[in-house]
């Protein structure tokens, strides 16, 4: 064989090469831009996780303030109930303790002088 064969293989190689670097660049680019496309879409869900995570928290944390107010709130509400039943308790109480004062001293007003109540005819 003489140069020129040699130049001719060599030239054949070259072309062969740069036909198989450009195919493996275009089959296996589509491959990478799939791959990258991919791996966006998951990172956008998993940036829309996180702020439904953190909205979520933010919502339960509010809840959770409302609630223990509401506690708090219902729980001065029935101290205030027990303390009303025990006002009326006490003013009832009061108002029979005072009836009976005034009917003992009404009884006692009305008594005849000798000591004994009167006596009534029976029908």
Not at 50 to 58: E, F, G, S
Not at 74 to 93: D, N, P
Not at 106 to 115: K, Q
């Amino acid at each position: 064989m003489d140069t020129r064969h040699w130049l001719i293989f060599a030239g054949g190689v070259a072309l062969a090469c740069v036909a198989t670097w450009l195919a493996c660049h275009w089959w296996y680019g589509r491959r990478v831009d799939a791959a990258n496309q991919r791996l966006q879409k998951v990172e956008k869900a998993r940036l829309f996780s996180i702020q439904q995570t953190l909205q979520a928290r933010k919502q339960v944390e509010a809840l959770q303030k409302d609630l223990s107010e509401q506690q708090e709130a219902m729980a001065q509400a029935q101290v205030e109930r027990q303390r009303s039943r025990h006002l009326e308790e006490a003013t009832r109480l009061a108002a029979v303790a005072e009836a009976q004062a005034e009917a003992e001293a009404e009884a006692v007003t009305h008594r005849p002088a000798h000591g004994f109540a009167d006596t009534q005819p029976m029908a």
